[in-house]
């Protein structure tokens, strides 16, 4: 009843979060959509985003958007070096930055309205003046090298990025957006700054906000802007699905504890109808598989399933064991009891309730906002699914549940770092599930 009570309060705090908040709109300024959600209190989120992610460069050049949008506040401006602007952002305890990944870049800012006068300057000045200075910019070179090898040495990220590369060989997202030691460590201050002048046009971009700000106000800022970034052709990221041909294992030997093993298997392109069905059905199956691998065989400590629902949309098993084999007869056992008999009524009700519960509490800050706005907007080519997502559930039912998740984890790429000499590779790889012999 507690339980009941809670995800009822966190639903209707949430419906009055929206209701607090004033209509959404859209706007067309030079050519460049802008999402616009009126915020009902004094924060200001701008956030420009950069479509294309993996699609914009090749394996040589892995890691220079990631050091491009890093560099526009770490590197200086044309009119001011790295501490002058630092110092102006602190003064008024503003927000700046840019990230990347893979499907889009951003260059966000967040201050208090009443300081927007002083840190939309810095904003404009850094998207179109940025100084990509040489000596800053050897020093966020080898901090991005630092955080490579650290996330090189965390198997878990490891496993990670060998099953992309394997299941997606020959495609952007075999790429990893922060690049590889070898290719980071190539790129010049000079090549990372053409990179970004030619990648910033206003075919690529889309402008999100979330603020209670006068629209004409927000117009002619916003021209102020864009007026100083050059016209380009529309850029239209390319959507493509991943389909096994068939149960496929690939192993690499580490010195590690434990075996990590990872499979990837298909997923729905975002903006179809059976997006939102597999979605909740991959962390329903989250549940299950937590509950088979762990609780009722004792294989693992933190089994994983998830859904990556970009541009190359994937669904993902994970598991850290000492027992491979039984890891890998568990799992396929549980995918075909899945398959046979579906997901219950009760599961589906439950996690609908639960997913809108999450949603909800993680839009409570303007930047949450803006970050679901903008994934909407590149994903979806839909931003109002933000706003629309707790109807768009409710049509969701247990035939679709069951039907999307039957169609898409079908063929498995598996791949295992650790002892090869404790996996049977036949057991990932042959098209029959094998029995339960333990």
């Known amino acids: 009843m507690k339980k009941f009570f809670f995800l009822l309060s966190a639903l ?54 990631a050091l491009a949008m890093d560099a526009l506040t770490e590197c200086g401006t044309l009119k001011r070096d790295k501490n002058a602007f630092k110092n102006a952002l602190d003064a008024v305890s503003a927000e700046m930055g840019g990230e990347t990944g893979m499907d889009y870049a951003t260059f966000r800012m967040n201050c208090i309205k009443s300081d927007l006068d002083k840190v939309w300057p810095l904003y404009v000045e850094a998207l179109t003046q940025p100084a990509f200075n040489g000596t800053e910019f050897s020093r966020i070179r080898q901090d991005a090298l630092t955080r490579i090898r650290s996330m090189e040495s965390n198997p878990d990220n490891a496993v990670d990025q060998m099953a992309r590369r394997t299941a997606f060989a020959g495609q952007p997202y075999a790429l990893d957006p922060m690049g590889t030691t070898e290719s980071v460590t190539k790129l010049t201050a000079a090549e990372t700054k053409a990179y970004f002048q030619k990648l910033l046009h206003r075919g690529r971009i889309a402008i999100v906000v979330v603020a209670d700000l006068p629209k004409e106000e927000l117009e002619q800022r916003l021209h102020g802007l864009l007026d100083k970034v050059p016209a380009g052709p529309a850029f239209v990221p390319k959507k493509s699905a991943f389909t096994a041909a068939g149960n496929s294992y690939n192993a690499a030997k580490k010195d590690l504890a434990t075996n990590y093993v990872q499979g990837v298997s298909g997923g729905p392109q975002p903006g179809t109808p059976d997006f939102n069905a597999f979605m909740l059905a991959m962390r329903i199956f989250y549940n299950r ?51 046979k008999e579906g997901f219950t009524e009760d599961e589906l009700r439950n996690m609908k309730t639960t997913y809108l519960t999450s949603t909800y509490y993680r839009q409570e800050t303007n930047a949450a906002q803006a970050g679901s706005l903008a994934a909407n907007e590149v994903l979806h080519n839909n931003w109002r699914r933000t ?23 079908s063929n498995i790429s598996w791949v295992l770092q650790g002892d090869p000499t404790k996996a049977d590779e036949k057991l990932f790889k042959q098209k029959e599930t094998p029995a339960k012999t333990f």
């Open 12 to 65: 209707i705090a949430g419906g009055a979060l929206w209701a607090q908040m004033g209509a959404p709109y859209e706007l067309t300024i030079n050519g460049v959509k802008v999402i616009v959600q009126p915020s009902g209190n004094d924060i200001v989120e701008i956030r420009t985003i950069i479509k294309g992610g993996v699609q914009n460069y090749t394996a040589r050049k892995a890691g220079i958007e």
């Open 289 to 339: 598989h937590f509950v088979e691998i762990r609780s009722n065989n004792g294989l693992s400590y933190a089994p994983a399933t998830w859904f990556s629902g970009g541009l190359t949309p994937y669904s993902v098993l994970f598991a850290s064991t000492t027992e491979p084999n039984k890891y890998i007869i568990t799992a396929r056992q549980l995918l075909d009891k899945i398959r």
């Open 387 to 409: 706003i629309t997502l707790n109807e768009d559930l409710k049509k969701v039912t247990l035939a679709d549940l069951n039907r999307v998740f039957r169609q898409y984890v």
